[in-house]
């Protein structure tokens, strides 16, 4: 019973806390603004000030000393209300611009700028994935704050708010004890297909979809200073949703060879001993925050952006994914490209296509090198920006699940059979009709982009003179890779 009542009012602040976080809608509820908050008021008041209060209070918590210290409830205890208050600030916030009750139909929404349900819907997913990295940082807390179980003990239920039964987060759930490179936090009723069709309850029976890729590399920004001095798992999700620029990917590896070593860990394998509960706790603690802060730098700066730009995420990923095909045949790969001379050229004509695929992603999206010389008008509907996702959506889907699979197998095996020349053949042909059908869909919407006072304008912008040479190219891929699929010799024949 000692161990039950150790850090009363601690524990009472992070079952409060943790209650706040997993019944949002009665937090809306309780909070209701509809309509009435600006996006502005999110990204540049709620949403900082919700990361340096969880810098703070990890800070605060980090230099005590749980093992032969008291806790100092009466000065921590301030810190947990605040944070619970801004939290419960931010997703009312949410909600109120996500579920606004004179919202027009996604078909009409063009001229509503920041509350287009393209934007708001995926500021509402955002929040939702928010509020399950705090969850688990919340774990955490509870756990360092309760303290460890007495090992003379085993049957003292271990809970990390107290041993009472209550039924606060259920249907969440996280990894226990995670693997640093694959602590993520799951959410069953995440999980299937979701549509979205207006204005319904938040956390209940809405669904919000969409093609969204808001994966990052989810820089630091203002918290940098404060990660840097503490060790920091790589997010999970970095790899899944590579949608960044080169600067941010070269800022984060710069940032990543600076990061200290972890001086605590090897001092104590140096001396011969195991490092403690408490240490490994708050080594959990420092990245569960690590996580939470980073992804609400990548919310602040995705609320910035404009629809373009959000466009631009989906296809950076997609990037990402022929790269990964791509990786297979290039470099040092051991399985590489076989040596037969027929599958050879099949494989490279294969290559080439992958390639010119990506070129298109790249030139529709890469602002790192230079400033793309046409945009999307303003009065583009959220019907319309998620018809832009879903036509230019399978080139890469076909190349990852169909195309790289099938030329990945015949250079493996090193031969090829007259089935696997025909599904080659339909999927080029397949390629070459989706690209057709997004190069004329892209027609219809990219416009030139105005040129700002003081910067000289370059020669104007138009569709088929800056794509054409692409298309060219495209469709010359998929010839050959045709034709050198039909001349691939089956050796049973």
Avoid at 280 to 299: G, H, P, Q, V, Y
């Amino acid at each position: 019973m000692a161990t039950t009542e150790r850090n009363f009012f601690i524990r009472m602040a992070l079952r409060h806390l943790m209650y706040s976080a997993s019944h949002a809608q009665s937090v809306y509820d309780m909070n209701r603004d509809v309509g009435l908050t600006s996006l502005l008021a999110i990204h540049s008041r709620l949403l900082p000030l919700f990361r340096d209060l969880i810098i703070k209070l990890v800070s605060s918590l980090e230099v005590l000393d749980f093992e032969n210290e008291p806790i100092p409830e009466l000065s921590l205890f301030p810190k947990f209300a605040e944070l619970q208050h801004t939290m419960e600030q931010a997703v009312s916030a949410v909600v109120s611009v996500a579920l606004r009750p004179d919202q027009p139909d996604i078909e009409v929404d063009g001229n509503c700028k920041d509350f287009k349900i393209f934007r708001t819907s995926r500021l509402l997913e955002d929040i939702r994935e928010l509020q399950d990295l705090n969850w688990a940082l919340f774990e955490v807390l509870s756990e360092l704050i309760q303290g460890p179980a007495p090992i003379d003990d085993p049957d003292t239920e271990q809970n990390p708010v107290d041993n009472q039964d209550q039924d606060i987060g259920a249907g969440w759930r996280v990894i226990d004890d995670p693997d640093p490179d694959q602590v993520w936090v799951t959410n069953p009723n995440r999980l299937g297909n979701q549509e979205w069709v207006g204005n319904q309850d938040w956390f209940g029976n809405q669904d919000w979809g969409g093609v969204q890729d808001w994966g990052d590399n989810q820089d630091g920004g203002a918290n940098r200073d404060w990660a840097d001095n503490h060790d920091r798992w790589e997010d999970p999700d970095q790899e899944r949703n590579p949608g960044n620029d080169n600067a941010n990917a070269e800022q984060a590896n710069a940032d990543a060879e600076q990061v200290p070593e972890d001086t605590d860990a090897q001092n104590a394998e140096s001396s011969g001993k195991e490092e403690s509960w408490t240490s490994k706790k708050k080594r959990e603690m420092i990245s569960r925050a690590t996580l939470s802060t980073n992804f609400i730098d990548a919310m602040i700066r995705r609320c910035k952006q404009s629809d373009f730009a959000l466009l631009h995420e989906t296809w950076q990923a997609a990037i990402g994914d022929i790269d990964h095909a791509l990786s297979f045949f290039c470099g040092k790969s051991p399985d590489g490209i076989s040596r037969r001379d027929d599958i050879a050229r099949l494989t490279r004509s294969a290559i080439a296509l992958m390639k010119v695929t990506r070129v298109f992603y790249s030139r529709l999206s890469n602002t790192s090198t230079h400033l793309l010389p046409f945009t999307l008008p303003h009065d583009v509907s959220s019907d319309e920006l998620e018809l832009m996702l879903w036509k230019t959506a399978p080139l890469a889907r076909i190349i990852d699940d169909e195309l790289f699979v099938l030329i990945r197998e015949i250079n493996c095996v090193n031969t090829i059979t007259i089935w696997q020349q025909s599904i080659i053949t339909q999927i080029v042909r397949e390629m070459h009709k989706e690209f057709t059908v997004a190069w004329t869909f892209l027609k219809r919407y990219l416009v030139p982009l105005t040129p700002k006072a003081g910067h000289p304008s370059s020669a104007p912008f138009v569709f088929d003179d800056h794509f054409q040479d692409l298309k060219d190219q495209f469709y010359l891929a998929c010839d050959n890779t045709i034709e050198f699929a039909d001349k691939v010799e089956d050796p049973e024949f």
